[in-house]
C-alpha cells in the first residue's frame, strides 16, 4: 500500500472536515432566525412606544378641551357678548325689539367712514322707540361696534341721513378711544380667564352689565372726554367743509333742544354739553 497516499487522504478529509466545522460555527454565530425575532421584537417596542405617546397626548389634549369649556369669553369676543346681553336685559325699556323701517342710515354712515378712511367696518345700528337713551355706542368684537339711536330723538330734532351719520360718526370715535370700556366703574378681570377649579362668576358679570347702564344712563362722559371727541371731530371733518358745517349746525340744535325739552333733560348728564362744543369748535376772537 501506498502509505504516502493515505495520508495524503487523510490530510485532506481532515481540512475538509475543519471547514465543516467553521461554517457550522459561522451559522451558529450568525443566527438569522434570532436577528428576525430581535428586529420584530424592537419594532413592537418602538410601536407600543409611539402608541403610548400619542396616547398621552390624545389624553392631554382632551383635558385642555375639557379645560377650555369653562373659560369667560377672551378679550376679542366677551365685549360683543355683554353688550348683547345687556340689550336683552333692558328690551323693555329700550323698546328695540318692534319691527322697523329701513331708514337708509346704514348706507350713509358707511359712505361717510369710507369718506375719511374707515373700510372694512363692521356696524350694526339699533333703532330705539324710546326716549330714555338719545344715542349710544356700545362696545363689540373687533372691527365691530353696535349703535343705539332714538326715533322719538331723531324725530325731535328732525334728523338728516347726514346729520344721524355724523353722530355716529362722533360715537364711532368715543369707541375707538375705548371710551365706553375705561368709564365702567368695575372690575373686568374675568375677562379670558377661567373657572374650571372655581365656581362659576355670575356676579362679576351681572356688576358688568350693571355698570353698562350706569354709563348709559346717569354717568356717561366727562367734559374732558367730550372735549377730545370735539376736537377729533374738528380734525377729522375739516378735509371736508359741508360735513364741518353740519356737524357745528347739528350741535346747535341738540343744545337748544336739550334747553327747552324736558324729556332730554339727562342728555346733559351723558354728553356735557352741546353749548360748549359749539364753543370749542367756534373761531376764536381776536383781541385788537
Do not use: H
Not at 96 to 113: A, M, Q, S, T
Not at 213 to 239: C, P
Amino acid at each position: 500500500m501506498n502509505y504516502c497516499l493515505v495520508l495524503a487522504l487523510l490530510m485532506s478529509m481532515n481540512v475538509i472536515a475543519q471547514k465543516k466545522t467553521q461554517e457550522e460555527l459561522r451559522e451558529e454565530v450568525i443566527d438569522y432566525s434570532n436577528i428576525q425575532k430581535l428586529l420584530k421584537k424592537d419594532g413592537l417596542e418602538k410601536n407600543a412606544k409611539l402608541k403610548k405617546k400619542i396616547v398621552q397626548q390624545i389624553k392631554v389634549e382632551k383635558q385642555k378641551i375639557q379645560v377650555e369649556k369653562f373659560n369667560y369669553p377672551s378679550k376679542e369676543d366677551f365685549w360683543g357678548f355683554a353688550s348683547r346681553m345687556w340689550l336683552v336685559k333692558n328690551a323693555q325699556e329700550l323698546k328695540w325689539d318692534v319691527p322697523r323701517p329701513d331708514y337708509g342710515i346704514r348706507e350713509r354712515f358707511r359712505k361717510l367712514l369710507e369718506e375719511f378712511g374707515y373700510y372694512n367696518e363692521n356696524f350694526k345700528i339699533l333703532i330705539v322707540d324710546s326716549p330714555n337713551i338719545a344715542k349710544l355706542a356700545l362696545p363689540s368684537t373687533k372691527n365691530e361696534s353696535i349703535y343705539v339711536l332714538s326715533l322719538p330723538f331723531m324725530r325731535a330734532l328732525d334728523l338728516s341721513k347726514t346729520e344721524i351719520s355724523l353722530l355716529l360718526l362722533e360715537d364711532f370715535f368715543r369707541l375707538k378711544s375705548d371710551m365706553f370700556k375705561n368709564n365702567l366703574d368695575v372690575d373686568t378681570s374675568i375677562i379670558g380667564s377661567n373657572f374650571a377649579k372655581a365656581e362659576y362668576n355670575k356676579a362679576a358679570l351681572l356688576k358688568i352689565l350693571k355698570a353698562y347702564g350706569d354709563v348709559a344712563y346717569k354717568k356717561g362722559f366727562s367734559f374732558q372726554q367730550q372735549y377730545e371727541i370735539t376736537k377729533k371731530m374738528d380734525k377729522v371733518l375739516k378735509s371736508s367743509p359741508e360735513s364741518w358745517n353740519s356737524y357745528f349746525k347739528l350741535l346747535k340744535k341738540i343744545d337748544q333742544l336739550v334747553k327747552n325739552n324736558l324729556m332730554y333733560k339727562n342728555y346733559l348728564k351723558i354728553y356735557p354739553s352741546p353749548e360748549l362744543q359749539v364753543e370749542w369748535l367756534s373761531p376764536k376772537k381776536k383781541v385788537l
